[in-house]
């Protein structure tokens, strides 16, 4: 027996053996949980057992990052850091003016007003399932998450805001998101998730968005601010995509320890993804018009990013492993690979078609973007749509801009405008319907109609602007009732060519040129001068960092 002399220190007391960092992380985020003693546990988490989903042990979440909450916020802290001060330089050296062009805005208006709140939304329900889900390692995986969506709808805002002080269209867009009739395709689809039940949300939005979608919302989008100029979107891209490729991964988890969990859970599982997978679709769907027509210098088109961030990566990596479980490809997959060389043409046009009551602006694509359009679809651009916007720009120029005359019908699930094709038949408009306690309902496709089906009573409650326009609902009967009532300004909707945008352009480079000289003098000065290396230097630097 070993024993201590008096007054001598005892050296194991005096230096606690450092813990292993899986010791540190479960002794920082698990063992922080507690057996309730005065109620049940039925009583603590309500909201867990409804959806029909079993779990028998919830310490078999693996939280595959094991991240605490100290070391999170000090890597978050050092992002914000880095992301600021970009912010701060872009703006200081009025760099909005070095944008590819002005028209390029139109695609970041439709991003703060589709996207960004749907980031504060999943904040506020993943703090929901912070407090609500039974296990410690969920509940701190949700907590996560909803902090980082709080810092991305931020973060987001802030990086945008630079750009409402020259340009219109980015004020007023929490109240746009509310309200105006193409925003109510991304405010519909969370309202759904928000409104499922806990399982069914993780599902939605944890998976099927955050795992299957995500890289087709942002991979591309960020690659298009850098190459269109956005140096602040970029580097705020680069900034949330590490939080993303975390979200994706505890995305993966989630989907795995449900159905590890019993069998039971295998087809309603199924069913969500079938569901969600479809909706999420659909809303990428504005991405796709916006990489293909919105860009000034386009990085990539729909297609390809379909077939190399959803076919490669998903459909070819992922749902094999999926298959060990039970799972399938979601249920109307084949349509949406079918439609992968109609989709952004199709909302393109109808965006075009709108603009006079949207919170952006749109114009024919000039010749050297449609030979582009051209090359990304060889199999479809020139042979069912080229025609079409050379009609447009004829009319264009005879001053006859055409906009449509009357409201779209819009679709019970989904609410995009009914402009899509039927599957496989370019020359018919699709149109599917149900009837449901003598009421007639409208459908974009045989998935939504399905997705109608199975919940009718949920979908029947649907807002959709157009029904809430004709019923008296927007501000009024005529279309500047409704523009005031969305809180648009002078210069906001319309067509780009004559805009205040456009005339603010050229206003502001006719100034430069005038004391600079045009910009190939000034890209042969900045040369000289060692500028542009240095400004590669740091472009690299930050992208290597990030």
């Given at each position: 027996m070993t024993t201590t002399a008096p007054n001598q220190p005892?050296?194991?007391?005096?230096?606690?053996?450092k813990l292993s960092m899986k010791a540190r992380y479960s002794a920082l985020t698990r063992d922080l949980d507690w057996q309730p003693s005065y109620v049940s546990e039925e009583e603590m988490y309500p909201h867990t057992k409804y959806e029909g989903i079993k779990i028998h042990d919830w310490s078999k979440w693996d939280d595959p990052f094991r991240l605490t909450v100290d070391a999170y916020y000090r890597y978050q802290a050092e992002?914000?850091?880095?992301?600021?001060?970009v912010l701060d330089g872009f703006a200081q050296g009025q760099g909005h003016l070095t944008l590819a062009h002005a028209s390029y805005l139109n695609a970041m208006k439709i991003f703060l007003g589709g996207v960004t709140?749907?980031?504060?939304?999943?904040?506020?329900?993943?703090?929901?399932?912070?407090?609500?889900?039974?296990g410690p390692g969920p509940r701190f995986a949700a907590l996560c998450q909803s902090i980082d969506e709080m810092r991305h709808a931020q973060t987001e805002i802030h990086t945008l805001s630079n750009y409402n002080k020259f340009y219109a269209g980015f004020h007023n867009f929490l109240q746009q998101h509310d309200r105006v009739w193409y925003l109510s395709v991304t405010k519909s689809y969370f309202d759904d998730a928000l409104s499922a039940g806990p399982f069914e949300f993780l599902i939605a939005i944890g998976f099927s968005f955050e795992y299957l979608l995500t890289n087709l919302l942002f991979v591309p989008f960020m690659s298009a601010a850098s190459f269109n100029g956005d140096l602040p979107t970029m580097t705020f891209g680069f900034s949330a995509q590490s939080d993303e490729s975390r979200h994706m991964t505890l995305g993966l988890e989630a989907i795995k320890f449900i159905l590890e969990q019993d069998e039971a859970n295998v087809p309603i599982v199924q069913e969500w993804v079938d569901k969600w997978f479809w909706r999420g679709y659909r809303v990428t769907g504005l991405v796709a018009a916006m990489l293909d027509y919105m860009l000034p210098r386009p990085v990539m088109?729909?297609?390809?990013?379909?077939?190399?961030?959803?076919?490669?990566?998903?459909?070819?990596?992922?749902?094999?492993?999926?298959?060990?479980?039970?799972?399938?490809?979601?249920?109307?997959?084949?349509?949406?690979?079918?439609?992968?060389?109609?989709?952004?043409?199709?909302?393109?046009?109808?965006?075009?078609q709108f603009s006079h009551a949207a919170n952006f602006t749109t114009t024919v694509p000039d010749e050297e973007h449609l030979d582009w359009l051209a090359q990304a679809y060889p199999d479809t651009f020139d042979q069912l749509y080229r025609d079409k916007w050379e009609e447009m720009r004829a009319l264009d120029q005879a001053g006859k801009r055409f906009t449509y005359?009357?409201?779209?019908?819009?679709?019970?699930?989904?609410?995009?405008?009914m402009a899509f094709h039927a599957d496989g038949d370019p020359a018919t408009m699709a149109q599917f319907y149900s009837d449901h306690e003598g009421e007639h309902y409208n459908f974009c496709s045989e998935a939504c109609k399905w997705i109608f089906d199975r919940e009718p009573a949920k979908y029947r409650q649907a807002w959709l602007p157009v029904h809430q326009i004709y019923q008296g609902n927007c501000g009024g009967p005529t279309?500047?009732?409704?523009?005031?009532?969305?809180?648009?300004?002078?210069g906001d909707s319309g067509e780009f060519v004559g805009s205040i945008d456009d005339q603010n352009w050229q206003k502001w480079h006719q100034q430069i040129e005038d004391k600079l000289g045009n910009a190939h003098e000034v890209e042969t000065a900045l040369d000289s001068e060692g500028v542009t290396a240095a400004a590669a230097s740091v472009d690299a630097s930050i992208g290597k960092d990030a």
């Amino acid at each position: 027996m070993t024993t201590t002399a008096p007054n001598q220190p005892n050296k194991a007391a005096a230096k606690p053996k450092k813990l292993s960092m899986k010791a540190r992380y479960s002794a920082l985020t698990r063992d922080l949980d507690w057996q309730p003693s005065y109620v049940s546990e039925e009583e603590m988490y309500p909201h867990t057992k409804y959806e029909g989903i079993k779990i028998h042990d919830w310490s078999k979440w693996d939280d595959p990052f094991r991240l605490t909450v100290d070391a999170y916020y000090r890597y978050q802290a050092e992002k914000d850091k880095r992301l600021y001060s970009v912010l701060d330089g872009f703006a200081q050296g009025q760099g909005h003016l070095t944008l590819a062009h002005a028209s390029y805005l139109n695609a970041m208006k439709i991003f703060l007003g589709g996207v960004t709140p749907l980031e504060y939304q999943a904040n506020r329900h993943f703090a929901y399932l912070a407090r609500q889900f039974n296990g410690p390692g969920p509940r701190f995986a949700a907590l996560c998450q909803s902090i980082d969506e709080m810092r991305h709808a931020q973060t987001e805002i802030h990086t945008l805001s630079n750009y409402n002080k020259f340009y219109a269209g980015f004020h007023n867009f929490l109240q746009q998101h509310d309200r105006v009739w193409y925003l109510s395709v991304t405010k519909s689809y969370f309202d759904d998730a928000l409104s499922a039940g806990p399982f069914e949300f993780l599902i939605a939005i944890g998976f099927s968005f955050e795992y299957l979608l995500t890289n087709l919302l942002f991979v591309p989008f960020m690659s298009a601010a850098s190459f269109n100029g956005d140096l602040p979107t970029m580097t705020f891209g680069f900034s949330a995509q590490s939080d993303e490729s975390r979200h994706m991964t505890l995305g993966l988890e989630a989907i795995k320890f449900i159905l590890e969990q019993d069998e039971a859970n295998v087809p309603i599982v199924q069913e969500w993804v079938d569901k969600w997978f479809w909706r999420g679709y659909r809303v990428t769907g504005l991405v796709a018009a916006m990489l293909d027509y919105m860009l000034p210098r386009p990085v990539m088109s729909w297609k390809e990013a379909f077939e190399l961030y959803f076919e490669q990566q998903m459909m070819n990596g992922l749902f094999p492993d999926l298959a060990l479980y039970g799972i399938r490809p979601p249920k109307h997959v084949d349509q949406a690979i079918r439609e992968k060389d109609h989709l952004s043409h199709w909302l393109y046009d109808t965006l075009y078609q709108f603009s006079h009551a949207a919170n952006f602006t749109t114009t024919v694509p000039d010749e050297e973007h449609l030979d582009w359009l051209a090359q990304a679809y060889p199999d479809t651009f020139d042979q069912l749509y080229r025609d079409k916007w050379e009609e447009m720009r004829a009319l264009d120029q005879a001053g006859k801009r055409f906009t449509y005359p009357g409201l779209p019908q819009l679709c019970q699930v989904c609410q995009v405008p009914m402009a899509f094709h039927a599957d496989g038949d370019p020359a018919t408009m699709a149109q599917f319907y149900s009837d449901h306690e003598g009421e007639h309902y409208n459908f974009c496709s045989e998935a939504c109609k399905w997705i109608f089906d199975r919940e009718p009573a949920k979908y029947r409650q649907a807002w959709l602007p157009v029904h809430q326009i004709y019923q008296g609902n927007c501000g009024g009967p005529t279309l500047p009732d409704v523009m005031a009532w969305y809180g648009y300004r002078e210069g906001d909707s319309g067509e780009f060519v004559g805009s205040i945008d456009d005339q603010n352009w050229q206003k502001w480079h006719q100034q430069i040129e005038d004391k600079l000289g045009n910009a190939h003098e000034v890209e042969t000065a900045l040369d000289s001068e060692g500028v542009t290396a240095a400004a590669a230097s740091v472009d690299a630097s930050i992208g290597k960092d990030a």
